[in-house]
T-cell receptor, first 114, second 112 residues
């Protein structure tokens, strides 16, 4: 089954404790992206990757890192999480960056930073 | 930059039609999407339209695009309780990094 898998689905942690949210897709997609969803703001792009070893900042990259060592994986790293990073996070992928390629989304990861 | 706006809430009765509206600002060629998000789930792509089209129909869903006013609507015919969800309008330009810009979402409540 074609899917985008995020782990963990839920995490409660404390300020400053490094964490990683994994994202894996089994569709051989080149393009992958991370979004955060906050009430009243919709989804905002954090980082994206057009292919292996190619990553770039989205609209809200501060406080986040990503890596793309393999095509299927695109982890989101919070080196020193802060309470303003409490949010619902979505990973997405598509076969190419062209606008007519719809993005497939994971089920989300809810992070709470205390 | 790009901006996408939607109304926050819509309530309809089962069997009626629902119309969810969206406005966007990007003037370049762009794709416009409608996503559905059910509680606790990710975003499910419902349909999309390119900005050189006026209308697209897919079963119970009809997308209408007014390019002059940059207004997009999603009509759901014969709305069912299973259609209750948050609906996001999103646009993606045909140039640059082509990131999706989302509206804040419209919560559709279908009353039996």
């Amino acid at each position: 089954e074609a899917q985008v898998t995020q782990n963990p689905r839920y995490l409660i942690t404390v300020t400053g404790k490094k964490l990683t949210v994994t994202c894996s897709q089994n569709m051989n997609h080149e393009y992958m992206s991370w979004y955060r969803q906050d009430p009243g703001l919709g989804l905002r792009q954090i980082y994206y990757s057009m292919n292996v070893e190619v990553t770039d900042k989205g609209d809200v990259p501060e406080g986040y890192k990503v890596s793309r060592k393999e095509k299927r994986n695109f982890p989101l790293i919070l080196e020193s999480p802060s309470p303003n990073q409490t949010s619902l996070y979505f990973c997405a992928s598509s076969s190419r960056i062209e606008a007519n390629q719809p993005q497939h989304f994971g089920d989300g990861t809810r992070l709470s930073i205390l | 930059g790009e901006d996408v706006e939607q109304s926050l809430f819509l309530s309809v009765r089962e069997g009626d039609s629902s119309v969810i509206n969206c406005t966007y600002t990007d003037s370049s060629s762009t794709y416009l999407y409608w996503y559905k998000q059910e509680p606790g789930a990710g975003l499910q792509l419902l349909t999309y339209i390119f900005s050189n089209m006026d209308m697209k129909q897919d079963q119970r869903l009809t997308v209408l695009l007014n390019k002059k006013d940059k207004h997009l609507s999603l009509r759901i015919a014969d709305t069912q309780t299973g259609d209750s969800a948050i609906y996001f309008c999103a646009e993606r330009p045909d140039t640059g990094r082509r990131a999706l810009t989302f509206g804040s979402g419209t919560r559709l409540q279908v009353q039996p």
